[in-house]
């Protein structure tokens, strides 16, 4: 199984700073064949279920806004969000679709400081 | 709209099977594959398997492989997760959760409500 370790396990960033969650996996999650990163981050507020906000690594999912960006290829990962604001407090978890089982990161919790 | 709707609550005896559905609705059945997630009380997401809504096949998780099973009616656009053998480690929220084929990404994006599963005798 790939194991994804997602750092720090949590994070405190004021209103209107940047927050950076890392996520490393244990083996590559790039198909050569497409150059494509089969890694996806997910936002989890309390009580919900867990909202898509990157896939491909790198591609925001429609209606998600431009302050949040991912990048990285290969093995390691970052998901960022440029601006924090008061509704980005949630739990932030990565996960890789490149082979079974599809495992997700530990989780990352970001809270305002 | 996309709504993956989800059964109610269930509590079960250890030892006991337990059924979830997922209603699918505003989007075409067949182009998109379920998976099944769940998340034990204060932890993380665990991966349980997909279903192919055309034909019918599954992946599931070697952990699960021989407790979990998938289906699908496409006369109700609904699709089934049964776990059996419950022990108190099954106790979660279940989710049900949509992605495209294998080649477009198996990236989820939209989920059901989650089903709280409690194993209790």
């Known amino acids: 199984d790939i194991v994804m370790t997602q750092s720090p396990d949590s994070l405190a960033v004021s209103l209107g700073e940047g927050a950076t969650v890392n996520c490393k996996s244990s083996?590559?999650?790039?198909?050569?064949?497409?150059?494509?990163?089969?890694l996806a981050w997910y936002q989890q507020k309390p009580g919900q279920p867990p909202k898509l906000l990157i896939y491909?690594?790198?591609t925001r999912e429609s209606g998600v806004p431009d302050r949040f960006s991912g990048s990285g290829s290969g093995t390691d990962f970052t998901l960022t969000i440029s601006s924090l604001q008061a509704e980005d407090v949630a739990v932030y978890y990565c996960?890789?679709?490149?082979?079974?089982?599809?495992?997700f990161g530990q989780g990352t919790k970001l809270e305002i400081k | 709209q996309v709504q993956l709707v989800q059964s109610g609550a269930d509590v079960k005896k250890p030892g006991a099977s337990v059924k979830i559905s997922c209603k699918a609705s505003?989007?075409?059945?067949?182009?998109?594959?379920i998976h099944w997630v769940r998340q034990a009380p204060g932890q993380g997401l665990e991966w349980m398997g997909v279903?192919?809504?055309?034909?019918?096949?599954?992946n599931y998780a070697q952990k699960l492989q021989v407790r979990i099973t998938m289906t699908r009616d496409t006369s109700t656009t609904t699709v089934y997760m049964e776990l059996s053998s419950l022990r108190s480690e099954d106790t979660a929220v279940y989710y049900c959760?949509?992605?495209?084929?294998?080649?477009?990404?198996?990236?989820?994006?939209?989920w059901g409500q989650g089903t709280l599963v409690t194993v209790s005798s």
């Open positions: 959760a949509r992605s495209p084929d294998r080649n477009s990404g198996y990236y989820l994006d939209y």
């Open positions: 505003g989007y075409s059945f067949s182009s998109y594959y």
């Open positions: 279903i192919n809504p055309t034909g019918g096949g599954t």
């Open positions: 083996q590559s999650v790039l198909y050569s064949s497409n150059n494509k990163n089969y």
């Open positions: 491909w690594a790198s």
């Open positions: 996960q890789q679709y490149y082979s079974t089982p599809y495992t």
